[in-house]
């Protein structure tokens, strides 16, 4: 069936250094594919998706780009920043229909940035 | 983003009781609602989606009888957890979204724990 697989955490970094975060999925039809966020004490939130081959998804200076041929949707910053310690899910959403909601999780990574 | 509100955050019941956790869209339209289970240091698992209006549809291996959805608004589902045992002790998740291909707002889950 449908799976995400992930970098095993937890991942331990300092402040400014550059970040990166493996994630593959199987490749059962297109799906769109999205990293979720998990700040300490909050609930789930959309980083960046992307719904088709080559799109990179963008937001808080993360970036992800969907590779079709290596079925890899990798997490990446350049410079990451201690507010950026958090729990990061890698997601892929079922091909068509519902694709944003009903969505297969990888196990999710722990990041903590020291200053 | 949409808020989507959990309720209760935490709840501790006996075994054999039932216990209703509540997802609202407080801000919007939900007509599809998921529910997701996480276990300790694992991923989040689809457990069913529900369409306001309509009968649940439920991931293969779970128990329909024992996992009770309602979506009787288009703001509210619940799930009622009957005849609770201690290997239902987990943490429930529910996600909402208003339409096809538009992003999913997650709640901030509920803490299930069965003595």
């Known amino acids: 069936g449908d799976s995400v697989t992930q970098m095993e955490g937890p991942v331990t970094l300092s402040e400014e250094a550059f970040l990166t975060i493996n994630c593959t999925y199987t490749a059962t039809g297109y799906p769109s594919l999205f990293w979720y966020v998990q700040y300490p004490g909050e609930g789930l939130q959309l980083l960046l998706k992307a719904t088709k081959a080559d799109d990179k998804g963008s937001n808080k200076g993360f970036e992800a780009t969907y590779r079709k041929e290596t079925t890899s949707f990798h997490l990446e910053k350049g410079s990451v920043q201690v507010s950026d310690s958090a729990v990061y899910f890698c997601?892929?959403?079922?091909?068509?229909?519902?694709?944003?909601?009903?969505?297969?999780f990888g196990q999710g990574t722990i990041l903590t940035v020291h200053p | 983003g949409a808020v989507v509100s959990q309720h209760p955050s935490r709840v501790i019941c006996k075994s054999g009781t039932s216990v209703k956790i509540e997802c609202r869209s407080l801000?919007?339209?939900?007509?599809?609602m998921f529910w997701y289970r996480q276990f300790p240091k694992q991923s989040l698992m689809l457990m069913a989606t529900s369409n306001e209006g309509s009968k649940a549809t439920y991931e293969q291996g779970v128990e329909k009888d024992k996992f009770l959805i309602n979506h009787a608004s288009l703001t509210l589902s619940t799930l009622t957890v009957t005849s609770a045992h201690p290997e239902d002790s987990s943490f429930y998740i529910c996600?909402?979204?208003?339409?096809?291909?538009?992003?999913?707002?997650f709640g901030q889950g509920t803490r299930l724990t069965v003595v």
């Open positions: 801000d919007f339209q939900a007509t599809t």
């Open positions: 996600s909402a979204q208003s339409g096809v291909n538009t992003e999913a707002f």
């Open positions: 997601v892929r959403g079922v091909a068509g229909g519902t694709s944003y909601g009903k969505l297969t």
